[in-house]
């Protein structure tokens, strides 16, 4: 099961079973990241998806854009309430086919979060 409360624990339940019935019970505690964060996408050069990871410590509206070289925005991965926690989504460069001829040509991009006051930026990099 789940736990949520002021100090946002979760916590999870492992049970094995055999054919006689349980045999094991194992317990994991996991908590809600205590700071915003955003990783570096993997793989990174891509081609053609990628993925980006990022934690909130509290359940914000986040948006994660795509931009190219010269600032503009290229593709909106997430814009949208997310509760705290870890994240991930898939940038796939080819999706973007059916708007553009061919999808993103090869070359240096660059994602952007915001969530609330917190706003970062890292590059990524297509290799067609």
Do not use: C, M, W
């Not at 990241?33 to 993997?42: I, S, T, V």
């Not at 990174?44 to 190219?68: A, C, E, G, S, W």
């Amino acid at each position: 099961g789940t736990g949520y409360g002021g100090t946002q624990v979760n916590n999870f339940v492992t049970i094995k079973y055999q054919d006689t019935g349980p045999v094991a019970v194992e317990e994991e505690a996991s908590s809600v990241p205590e700071a915003f964060e955003l990783a570096q996408n993997y793989p990174n050069p891509f081609n053609p998806t990628t993925r980006i990871k990022y934690q909130i410590p509290n359940d914000n509206y986040v948006t994660l854009k795509v931009f190219d070289i010269l600032g503009r925005e290229v593709r909106t991965l997430v814009n949208e309430t997310r509760i705290a926690g870890e994240h991930e989504v898939t940038f796939d460069a080819y999706g973007l086919a059916r708007q553009t001829a061919g999808g993103l040509a090869s070359g240096i991009y660059f994602y952007r979060i915001t969530a609330g006051e917190f706003r970062q930026a890292k590059k990524l990099i297509l290799l067609r």
